[in-house]
Structures are given as C-alpha cells and as structure tokens.
T-cell receptor
C-alpha cells in the first residue's frame, strides 16, 4: 500500500522565519515519484517539485529547498525567510511505479503572519 | 506551459438536479484525466481515472452512477454529478496527465447544492 503522511496539520510563523514542512511516505516500489504542491486560498494546485526515487540530491529553488532522505522515507520541504504570500496549504504526493495515480497527504496549512 | 481549463469555477444548484463540470487541456492532449474531490480543510481524494475513449475507473466507494465521467476526446473530460444532494457539496478538481508536462490541475469547481 502507498501512503503519504503529513503530520503537521497547521503551522504558524512570523514573516522571515524559516519553516520546514514534513512529509513521510510509504511504498513498496523501488521506483517512485514524489511531489509537492501548493494550494493557495483560491484553490488551484501549484506544482512545486517532482523528485524520482533515484535522485536523492537535495534541491534548492530560490527560498524553497527540499530534503529527500530515502533512509527515513522522508521528503521535507523548507521555506527560507517566509513571506505572507507563502500562506497556503501544501500537499506532498506520491506516485508509484506501475500506476498513474497520485496519492496525496493530508496537507499542511501554513500561515505566515506579517 | 500546460494549462487545464476547468469550468465552472463555482456552481450552486438545487437538490435533485444534475451539474456538469468540464475540464479541457488547452495546449496538449491528455490521455488520462483524474477527478478529485476535496472537502473543506481536507486532502484531495481521487474519485476516478478516465482514459480517452474508454470507461472511467472509479475508486472504491465512489458511485459511478452518481458521478458520470466522460472522456470523449483527448482534450475534454466531463464530470456530471447526477441528482445532486447537499452532501455532494464539495470542491472538485480535475488533473490531466501528459508525458511531457506531467500532471496539470484545473482550477477547481466549488459545488454547492441547496
């Protein structure tokens, strides 16, 4: 079975703080894909990153960075110097090898206060 | 980049009526479309997967006679909520899968049944 756990339901920070959103996944596949999406209040899903299981390099994109650790089945997302515009719900998702389906975690609601 | 146009953005209907939601891939051909349902402050739950020209595959617990999915062309998939009831009120999101662009999500439809 495939599963994605985002244990943090809500996080509140003050602007300019760094914040890490946790994602732990379960899969028996040796090849799989991990994703992060942002869902602002308007509702649309914004793609942030896709990582395949063979690529354990950490990724940095501006203020965003991702830490992929296969040993702990985690794919954590860090926002550096958070801004009010970062306020949204963030979803981690998993796609297994022989499927097109995306399995979403329950999401983490991030509120950044000025 | 890839765009999926989802309409309507929101709809209010009377109990017992049917509502059709459309998703169009604007600049690519989507061989596979996914339909999700999202309750307030909850995750995206996959309802069904549709492939162009064939019957949709529904997830366990989703009534196929209530949620009719048609994927008649490579650029259009529709979800019809038949005989809608207040408990069908939710946020519905489609997603198109393409080999080049990966998953592209529509902007969602907020359905309210009164």
């Amino acid at each position: 079975a495939q599963k994605v756990t985002q244990a943090q339901t809500e996080i509140s920070v003050v602007e300019k703080e760094d914040v890490t959103l946790d994602c732990v996944y379960e899969t028996r596949d040796t090849t799989y894909y991990l994703f992060w999406y942002k869902q602002p209040p308007s509702g649309e899903l914004v793609f942030l990153i896709r990582r395949n299981s063979f690529d354990e390099q950490n990724e940095i994109s501006g203020r965003y960075s991702w830490n992929f650790q296969k040993s702990t089945s985690s794919f954590n997302f860090t926002i550096t110097a958070s801004q009010v515009v970062d306020s949204a719900v963030y979803f981690c998702a998993l796609r297994g090898y022989n499927t097109d389906k995306l399995i979403f975690g329950t999401g983490t609601r991030l509120q950044v206060f000025p | 980049g890839a765009v999926v146009s989802q309409h309507p953005s929101w709809v209010i209907c009377k109990s017992g009526t049917s509502v059709k939601i459309e998703c169009r891939s604007l600049d690519f051909q989507a061989t596979t479309m996914f339909w999700y349902r999202q309750f307030p402050k909850q995750s995206l739950m996959l309802m069904a997967t549709s492939n162009e020209g064939s019957k949709a595959t529904y997830e366990q617990g989703v009534e196929k006679d209530k949620f009719l999915i048609n994927h008649a062309s490579l650029t259009l998939s529709t979800l019809t909520v038949t005989s809608a009831h207040p408990e069908d009120s939710s946020f519905y999101i489609c997603s198109a899968l393409d080999a080049n662009y990966g998953y592209t999500f529509g902007s969602g439809t907020r359905l309210t049944v009164v």
